[in-house]
């Protein structure tokens, strides 16, 4: 089988990662990892989309990440949307985002990140 280049690496102690947004690096890429309300685990390029705003600093919010920078919101897909007072959703497109495995007391990640989101455009 031919070699895709593809690996896949630990990128955080499981035990390092609380209720706060923590940073890591997926081979030179800076991410952010934080866990959502349902107990999954999201990565997601650790600059916002948006204006560059460090999403370390970012807030939990249910199943995103909530950007402090303007209250931009990215899913653990990558999808990124703005969502108004009254509860309506723009889409702004989608961030780069890596997928994630918990083993061994450990989150992993394959190397290259997932970029397709159905119906979204792709921002790298
Ligand atoms: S910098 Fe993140 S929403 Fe503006």
């Given at each position: 089988m031919p070699d895709s280049g593809v690996t896949e690496v630990a990128?955080?102690?499981?035990?390092?990662?609380?209720?706060?947004?923590?940073g890591a690096r997926v081979d030179d890429v800076e991410v952010v990892v934080w866990r959502t309300a349902d107990g999954s685990i999201g990565i997601v390029a650790r600059q916002c989309p948006h204006l560059d705003w460090d999403l370390v600093?970012?807030?939990?919010?249910?199943?995103?990440?909530?950007?402090?920078?303007?209250?931009?919101?990215?899913?653990?897909?990558?999808?990124?949307?703005?969502?108004?007072?009254?509860?309506?959703?723009?889409?702004?497109?989608?961030?780069?985002?890596?997928?994630?495995?918990?083993?061994?007391?450990?989150?992993?990640?394959?190397?290259?990140?997932?970029?397709?989101v159905p119906g979204g455009e792709t921002r790298t």
């Open positions: 990128i955080l102690d499981l035990a390092d990662l609380g209720p706060t947004p923590v600093e970012g807030v939990p919010d249910g199943s995103t990440l909530r950007c402090p920078g303007h209250g931009w919101s990215i899913d653990a897909d990558g999808r990124v949307y703005k969502r108004n007072e009254f509860g309506r959703e723009d889409d702004k497109g989608c961030t780069q985002h890596w997928s994630s495995t918990v083993r061994d007391g450990k989150i992993w990640t394959r190397s290259e990140p997932r970029r397709e």
